[in-house]
């Protein structure tokens, strides 16, 4: 048990469908993060949310469409993705200050048909 | 632009061994550099967090060295277990300000029995 449990752990969608990944994390912290891992590939940091306020958004395509309604869930709306969005989506919650050790949930597995 | 290196891509050890995972980045103002450990298919789970004014930390049988000058982090595993496979990340903080830390494509280990 990590802290952070994210749901569904796979979705399988064809690009014409709209679905929602959830994340929620139980350990108090302020921030929370959406990354994408794609095979031999870094993490790629797609959202951040501080105390519910968006921090950072790294030029991700208009389909990924992130929401936080309180300081515990985190939401990711996805609509008319492309195969090459196939991808393990992980969201990790962090607290700011000299101890910011991230904490990831166990990811969405996504494959885009 | 901070760049963060991880080699070997992958590396294969009988059990017990004592063994050393690199980590190269490319700017030395660093805010901190975690390392973190995946298992196939799921999330990342924390390690050890180094802080820029640090130089080790440790726990159990692992030790992380910081050397920001030169730009290199090592993980050091002591009495390499088969429970050690897994892929090894490093990412970089960098200084305040910022809540995107920089990953490597990490370290594929695998412990044989």
């Known amino acids: 048990e990590t802290g952070v449990t994210q749901t569904p752990r796979h979705l399988v969608m064809g690009m014409t469908n709209k679905k929602s990944l959830k994340c929620e994390q139980h350990?108090?912290?302020?921030?929370m993060y959406w990354y994408k891992q794609s095979a031999k590939k870094p993490l790629e940091l797609m959202f951040v949310?501080?105390?519910?306020?968006?921090?950072e958004n790294n030029s991700v395509p208009s389909r990924f469409s992130p929401e936080c309604p309180n300081s515990s869930h985190l939401f990711l709306h996805l609509h008319t993705l492309q195969p090459e969005d196939s991808a393990l989506y992980l969201c990790a919650s962090s607290r700011q200050g000299p101890d910011e050790k991230l904490f990831f949930g166990s990811g969405t597995q996504l494959s885009v048909l | 632009k901070q760049e963060v290196t991880q080699i070997p891509a992958a590396l294969s050890v009988p059990e017990g061994e004592n063994l050393v995972l690199n980590c190269s980045f490319t700017?030395?103002?660093?805010?901190?550099l975690q390392w973190f450990r995946q298992d196939p298919g799921k999330g990342l789970t924390s390690l050890l967090l180094i802080q820029s004014s640090q130089r080790e930390q440790t726990s159990g049988r692992l030790n992380a060295s910081l050397d920001k000058s030169s730009g290199r982090s090592t993980l050091y595993i002591a009495a390499s277990q088969p429970g050690d496979s897994a892929t090894y990340l490093c990412a970089v903080k960098p200084p305040s300000g910022t809540y995107k830390y920089i990953f490597g494509t990490g370290t594929r280990l695998k412990v044989l029995a």
């Open positions: 350990l108090g912290h302020n921030a």
């Open positions: 949310y501080s105390l519910e306020e968006r921090v």
């Open positions: 700017d030395s103002a660093i805010y901190n």
